[in-house]
């Protein structure tokens, strides 16, 4: 089994036992979206800036890795022609769910966002990649992706973790146990680490594959924010473990 189906497998496990990431929107969220009253997340804890979205009326939105029914809803109730790719069936579930109860359309795609994506060039005008980059083993082909599938102009909207995380003991956070790169791949141990704690298999990645590797793929970095775990440790000590990015095709 590649550690791609074990991620997917781990995650619909995790939705089963009521994974904050996999809770879909309620109706009275739906509803309050439709009166223009909603945020989103990228990260665990600062909402988007309503500013780094453009118009959602009408444009084509891919939800990438974004499946649960939390913020492909919200684009549709915004009046966004929405798309998600996940391969997690627990969370394309979700999808579907919300989307039947609210009575929207909405394309749903269960593939690996680490193969080519199945989408024609310049097909989409913003896309929404929540943190999902630390299921993956190598980034920098999936931000060459999203370049080649926006339009001119299109946005990209990233969660990022930067790593801290993989440094720190799971159970304190106050102990630096690990060197990075932190790649269970390349390193036994590691996957041990992470198949005794149920953590799938996750991955630690620099700025310079991540951001650097958003600039490679010829997108424009326009503006940026960090965020905490929103708990423990290293939230406490108002660390931040995660970026925020928006980049434009030029």
Known sequence: MNYQQINADTIDRWVAEGWEWGKPTSHEAFLAAKEGVWDMLL??????????????????????ASGGGQQMPIFAALGGICTVLDYSK????????????????????????T??????????????????????????????ECYRILKKGGILLSGLDNGINFIVDEETESKIVHSLPFDPLKNPDQM?????EDSGVQFSHTMEEQIGGQLEAGLILTHLYEDTNGQGFLHEHQIPAFIATRAVKP
């Open 43 to 64: 990260t665990p804890t600062k909402p988007v800036p309503k500013n780094w979205f453009g118009e959602i009326k009408g444009k084509k939105i891919l939800g990438l």
């Open 115 to 144: 193969k080519p994506l199945p989408f024609p060039d310049e097909s989409f005008d913003l896309i929404f990649h929540p943190v999902s980059n630390c299921y993956v083993q190598e980034v920098k082909p999936i931000f060459k």
């Open 192 to 196: 041990a680490e992470l198949q005794k």
């Open 90 to 113: 627990q969370q394309l579930e979700s999808e579907k769910m919300v989307a039947e109860r609210e009575q929207y359309e909405i394309e749903i795609i269960r593939a690996d966002m």
